[in-house]
């Protein structure tokens, strides 16, 4: 690459002439050079060439935490290994580069409709192709960009999510559902380019800790005072994952998961004096080239194309599911989509449900939701909307739990919990984060227990090994409780998509765990996935780690759907438009 830089001198600068032409002998060869570079600046228009060398990248450490694992280590077969590994296999640069111009460029990226017509009608699709070009416009000859892509009405607040197929040659292509009447657009746009996602991975599977906590050690100390102490703490994943090496640290290991937490040595105190938990700095492993591939100009930035409105004609056939909510249904693309704010499944026939259906769906039931922030603002969520509910003074953060809320009347009983470290919450008692598998091994089960978890935001800053780790324990006592209380509901939250898209919490990372999840229940009878990745990417608020509360209220009116899909007046997931409204079909 070179840089290219106006002289304000009226003649080039030989230095290398000046030198070579102190000798009268090398005269000639001297003149020879002038008039080289006099022909060289003529042809430039008085242009300076300057060769621009970016730093080059460094390489990660090799000591890989992730390669030194294996399959027995995470507690899973080779064959389940390598299946997780092709499911989360995403395509990356053919070459390492070294100039930013080389990489995806969000402004000379474009899609096109394919064959576009003057109108459709609800229930057809759309196909959509996206070509991937480089800031010199050149097209791109690998894969591995990550495009998100929806259809949408600003009017109707509708949109549906499209998956984005990717042809690993520089293109990609979408389909569409038109699902509603009226008109819809097209938006794309490019979240992060192959070279970034290659950066992701990279750190990712590296022993590289992005993430540090604090650990709070109080203990007694002379004349009745209390002595406190702050150290760092992290994970300790695999025999080279240590974040610090030799005799250095407190290790805290626990009897049912296997999982080593490790703390520095206090001065002072003892390693059975931790007491407190919180988050600490966020460490970022990025040197100068790789930050500017993540400059918010090339971060999320949608791309241009087909701007025409689409015209969507009303169709007689009814669009819809009939079928009730229950487990073991598949997660179809798309899974459902947004008119006038309220999401439409198309995995099963979901409902709206005013407060007083609420408190009579959970009636008689134990709600336990386990995770991190976003089952907990399900938990808030249903304490303002249960009539009669309250929350119980358990003298906890209400922010970091746990948390519980009843309701005598009907017998309900709503608990959260965070999920154990690593998790980044402020301050709060380290014996109030356990484990999600130790604490499904607690619970009894049985017709009147629900179980919710989610298990994805807290966890990218970790190898994706250590995850597949915690999610086969998890697993393991799931199938247990299925196993000694069938009739037990219990419902996997899937990750959603969030505001911030950099080395720490891009959506990426989450994207891979949500994919290691599904795979790893899919064969587990009695487990319900509830896809909120496509409900958080295609709706028109900006993205956020916390979904919004029209969000949160689709989300829990699908989870009330699974909990008791027979109770009260149930309305089919069936519609049509008629005279500019809306109308769904009763069951009766």
């Not at 008692?429 to 091994?441: A, F, K, Q, R, V």
């Not at 790893?520 to 993205?543: A, K, N």
């Amino acid at each position: 690459m070179v840089m290219l830089s106006k002289k304000k001198s009226n003649a080039p600068v030989c230095r290398l002439c000046s030198l070579i032409c102190r000798p009268y002998a090398l005269l000639q060869a001297c003149f020879l050079w002038t008039l080289f570079c006099l022909a060289l600046w003529t042809l430039t228009d008085g242009i300076h060439i300057k060769i621009f060398q970016p730093t080059r990248p460094e390489p990660v450490p090799r000591n890989n935490s992730s390669s030194i694992i294996s399959a027995f280590d995470m507690g899973i077969s080779d064959e389940e290994w390598e299946r997780l590994q092709k499911d989360i296999d995403w395509p990356i640069p053919d070459q390492e580069i070294f100039y930013l111009n080389q990489s995806t460029s969000p402004v000379h990226s474009t899609f096109s409709i394919v064959g576009l017509k003057e109108s459709y009608k609800v229930g057809e699709k759309i196909s959509v192709i996206i070509t991937a070009r480089d800031h010199n416009k050149n097209l791109k000859r690998y894969g591995g960009d990550f495009f998100k892509a929806k259809l949408f009405n600003a009017v109707l607040k509708a949109s549906v999510y499209g998956e984005v197929v990717d042809h690993r040659n520089g293109t990609y292509s979408v389909e569409l559902l038109l699902l509603w009447e009226g008109q819809a657009q097209v938006f794309v746009r490019l979240e992060h380019s192959s070279e970034v996602v290659q950066i992701l991975k990279k750190y990712r599977e590296s022993s590289f800790p992005r993430s540090h906590y604090n650990g709070y050690f109080e203990g007694p100390g002379l004349n009745r005072t209390k002595i406190h102490e702050v150290v760092e703490c992290n994970l300790k994943w695999g025999a080279d994952g240590s974040w610090r090496k030799g005799d250095c640290c407190c290790e805290y290991k626990d009897i049912k998961t296997g999982t080593v937490w490790q703390c520095e040595r206090p001065n002072e105190l003892s390693c059975d004096q931790l007491v407190h938990h919180s988050y600490g700095h966020l460490e970022n492993p990025l040197n100068l080239f790789e930050q500017q591939l993540f400059t918010k100009n090339l971060t999320n930035v949608a791309i241009s194309g087909d701007k025409k409105i689409i015209t969507v004609l009303r169709n007689t056939a009814l669009i819809g599911t009939m079928e009730k909510c229950r487990s073991g249904m598949k997660t179809p693309v798309p899974a459902g989509f947004y008119l006038y704010d309220v999401w439409k499944s198309f995995v099963c026939n979901t409902r709206q449900f005013s407060p007083a259906q609420m408190a009579n769906c959970l009636k008689n039931k134990t709600v336990y939701l386990m995770g991190d922030s976003t089952t907990r603002q399900w938990f808030e969520y249903l304490e303002r909307n249960v009539p009669g509910i309250k929350r119980m003074d358990l003298h906890t953060p209400p922010a970091n739990g746990p948390l519980m809320a009843v309701e005598l009347k009907n017998n309900i009983i709503v608990h959260w919990r965070p999920h154990c470290v690593p998790v980044r919450f402020s301050k709060m008692p380290i014996t109030d984060l356990h484990y999600i598998s130790n604490d499904i091994d607690e619970i009894a089960g049985g017709p009147h227990a629900v179980i919710v978890f989610t298990f994805f935001a807290h966890l990218v800053f970790h190898p994706i090994t250590f995850y597949v780790y915690e999610v086969a324990k998890i697993r393991q006592s799931v199938v247990a409780l299925l196993r000694r209380a069938p009739e037990t509901t219990i419902i996997i939250k899937s990750g959603n998509t969030a505001g911030l898209k950099n080395i720490f919490q891009s959506d990426w990372h989450v994207l891979q765990l949500d994919t290691v999840m599904r795979e790893m229940f899919r064969d587990i009878d009695g487990v319900i996935f509830l896809d909120v990745w496509q409900m958080t990417s295609c709706h028109y608020l900006r993205e956020h780690i916390h979904p919004r509360p029209v969000i949160i209220a689709n989300e829990v009116n699908m989870f009330l759907s699974h909990v008791s899909p027979s109770c009260g007046l149930f309305k089919l997931n069936l519609f049509h438009k008629e005279n500019g409204k809306l109308t769904w079909l009763s069951e009766g």
